[in-house]
T-cell receptor, first 108, second 114 residues
Framework: KNEVEQSPQNLTAQEGEFITINCSYSVGISALHWLQQHPGGGIVSLFMLSSGKKKHGRLIATINIQEKHSSLHITASHPRDSAVYICAVYNQGGKLIFGQGTELSVKP | EPEVTQTPSHQVTQMGQEVILRCVPISNHLYFYWYRQILGQKVEFLVSFYNNEISEKSEIFDDQFSVERPDGSNFTLKIRSTKLEDSAMYFC????????????FGQGTRLTVV
């Protein structure tokens, strides 16, 4: 069983739709990252959070530490949001343990 | 905005050859990491480095791998004798204080071993 599980693995949406990607983890952590990976391969950090909720533009991330669950929401999705979204959790030593990613495709 | 830079972006090497992947972390960061992603798989941890020594390494990081911070700005990953299965995207990352601080990633080096 993966220590970090994301769902869904693949997601196709129409432009404008509200999107939710979920992340559940079994490892004990201090914080969690949501990352974005485009087809070229580079990884960009979207959020790091250890409690509550963060918002940046059309992106919202929430975390429930007690339930070991986090969600990434995209409002008013756009084709340029198409990418792989990755949840990664910190262990106490500072290394990140990655989920398998959610491949999002937003159609115009 | 400060960023992590990696060179080269692509490297093709013959099996058995040594390769050195280079990274320049963000200048005031203290924690450095190498991760790799085999095509179609998830990103996996290789090694973390703090205070001029390895703080944690995965079972992937065997004697063929080594890391170094030779001059206070570069952070390198060396693979001594490459194997076909070393073909992957290698990402360098840095953070200010390790856990609980945001990690910043380089654009990656795509290593192809032939």
């Amino acid at each position: 069983k993966n220590e970090v599980e994301q769902s869904p693995q693949n997601l196709t949406a129409q432009e404008g739709e509200f999107i939710t990607i979920n992340c559940s983890y079994s490892v004990g952590i201090s914080a969690l990252h949501w990352l974005q990976q485009h087809p070229g391969g580079g990884i960009v950090s979207l959020f790091m959070l250890s409690s509550g909720k963060k918002k940046h533009g059309r992106l919202i991330a929430t975390i429930n530490i007690q339930e070991k669950h986090s969600s990434l929401h995209i409002t008013a999705s756009h084709p340029r949001d198409s990418a792989v979204y990755i949840c990664a959790v910190y262990n106490q030593g500072g290394k990140l343990i990655f989920g398998q990613g959610t491949e999002l495709s937003v159609k115009p | 905005e400060p960023e992590v830079t990696q060179t080269p972006s692509h490297q093709v090497t013959q099996m058995g050859q040594e390769v050195i992947l280079r990274c320049v972390p963000i200048s005031n960061h203290l924690y450095f990491y190498w991760y790799r992603q085999i095509l179609g798989q998830k990103v996996e941890f290789l090694v973390s480095f703090y205070n001029n020594e390895i703080s944690e390494k995965s079972e992937i990081f065997d004697d063929q791998f080594s890391v170094e911070r030779p001059d206070g700005s570069n952070f390198t990953l060396k693979i001594r004798s490459t194997k076909l299965e070393d073909s992957a995207m290698y990402f360098c990352a840095s953070s200010l204080q390790g856990a609980n601080t945001e990690a910043f990633f380089g654009q990656g080096t795509r290593l192809t071993v032939v």
